[in-house]
């Protein structure tokens, strides 16, 4: 299980993103975290991630501390950030480390073809719908098999079709992996139609204000 414990982080010119936060991220469970520009969402997440380090406390993969990114844990940003010098696959496979070429090809090949891609593999990302680019990233961030998802606002950019489209195919992976998610969204409607546990953050920044179950009946 992914835990935060107690985490406080001050950025250098002194802004306070995170006090005290503590969360618990069940196997399974899908968490949104809400709040509004500023209140401390993308730290938290890029430290679940082990993209930044707490100032105080702790994250926990079942119950190691995490201080780098760790290969358990994939994270998609809500830029796609793909790199323009690799193919849709090159991009998929650099998610991969270690492995020979053959066998990354295959795992890549692989982890389009669950996000629906099948064919775009030899394309390049500047030929992607904002959709498609964002599936590849998805793709990427799948392609080692990680246990729990890391989300930062990763429909955004989206237009609303193509937002729901997606939420529906997270939702299908989600169903299929046993995956953890972790989502961070501004968007109310999206946390209803994806959460089944709401983390509400307070302006200011820092802190969780509320937390609900939402233990949705899904079909
Ligand atoms: P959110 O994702 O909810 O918009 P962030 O975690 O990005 O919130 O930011 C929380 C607070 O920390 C904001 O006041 C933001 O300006 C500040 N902040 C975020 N990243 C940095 C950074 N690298 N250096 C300084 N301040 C930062
Ligand atoms: P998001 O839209 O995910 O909340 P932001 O636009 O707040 O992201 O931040 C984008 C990037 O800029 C992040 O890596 C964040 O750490 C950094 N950042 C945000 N606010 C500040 C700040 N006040 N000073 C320096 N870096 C910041």
Same mark, same amino acid.
């Given at each position: 299980?992914? *835990?935060?414990?107690?985490?406080?982080? @001050?950025?250098?010119?002194? @802004?306070?993103?995170?006090?005290?936060?503590?969360?618990?991220?069940?196997? =399974?469970?899908?968490?949104?975290? *809400? =709040? =509004? $520009?500023?209140?401390?969402?993308?730290?938290?997440?890029?430290?679940?991630?082990?993209?930044?380090?707490?100032?105080?406390?702790?994250?926990?993969?079942? =119950?190691?501390?995490?201080?780098?990114?760790?290969?358990?844990?994939?994270?998609?940003?809500?830029?796609p950030?793909l790199?323009?010098?690799?193919?849709n696959?090159?991009n998929?496979?650099?998610?991969? $480390?270690?492995?020979?070429?053959?066998?990354?090809?295959?795992?890549?090949?692989?982890?389009?073809?669950?996000?629906?891609?099948?064919?775009?593999?030899?394309?390049?990302?500047?030929?992607?719908?904002?959709?498609?680019a964002?599936r590849v990233a998805?793709a990427r961030?799948?392609?080692?098999?990680?246990?729990? /998802?890391?989300?930062?606002?990763?429909?955004?950019?989206?237009? $609303?079709?193509?937002?729901?489209?997606?939420?529906?195919? /997270?939702?299908? /992976?989600?169903?299929?992996?046993?995956?953890?998610?972790?989502?961070?969204?501004?968007?109310?409607?999206?946390? /209803?139609?994806?959460?089944?546990?709401?983390?509400?953050?307070?302006?200011?920044?820092?802190?969780?204000?509320?937390?609900?179950?939402?233990?949705?009946?899904?079909?």
């Open positions: 299980m992914l *835990v935060a414990a107690n985490l406080t982080r @001050t950025y250098r010119n002194g @802004t306070t993103a995170l006090r005290q936060v503590s969360a618990e991220f069940p196997p =399974g469970s899908i968490t949104v975290i *809400v =709040g =509004g $520009s500023g209140c401390g969402k993308s730290t938290l997440l890029r430290l679940l991630g082990g993209l930044d380090r707490p100032d105080t406390g702790e994250v926990l993969f079942d =119950g190691q501390p995490i201080h780098q990114p760790h290969p358990a844990i994939g994270i998609v940003f809500q830029e950030r790199m323009p010098w690799l193919t696959s090159g998929v496979e650099f998610g991969l $480390s270690n492995l020979p070429r053959a066998a990354r090809r295959e795992r890549a090949a692989a982890a389009l073809t669950r996000l629906r891609l099948d064919g775009l593999g030899a394309r390049w990302p500047k030929e992607l719908s904002g959709g498609q964002q998805i961030a799948l392609v080692a098999e990680p246990s729990v /998802l890391l989300l930062d606002e990763p429909f955004s950019a989206l237009d $609303s079709f193509t937002r729901s489209s997606l939420h529906n195919h /997270l939702l299908d /992976l989600w169903r299929d992996s046993g995956l953890t998610l972790v989502l961070v969204t501004h968007d109310l409607d999206e946390a /209803l139609v994806l959460a089944d546990r709401i983390l509400v953050m307070k302006p200011g920044p820092g802190q969780i204000a509320a937390r609900f179950d939402v233990s949705l009946d899904r079909p």
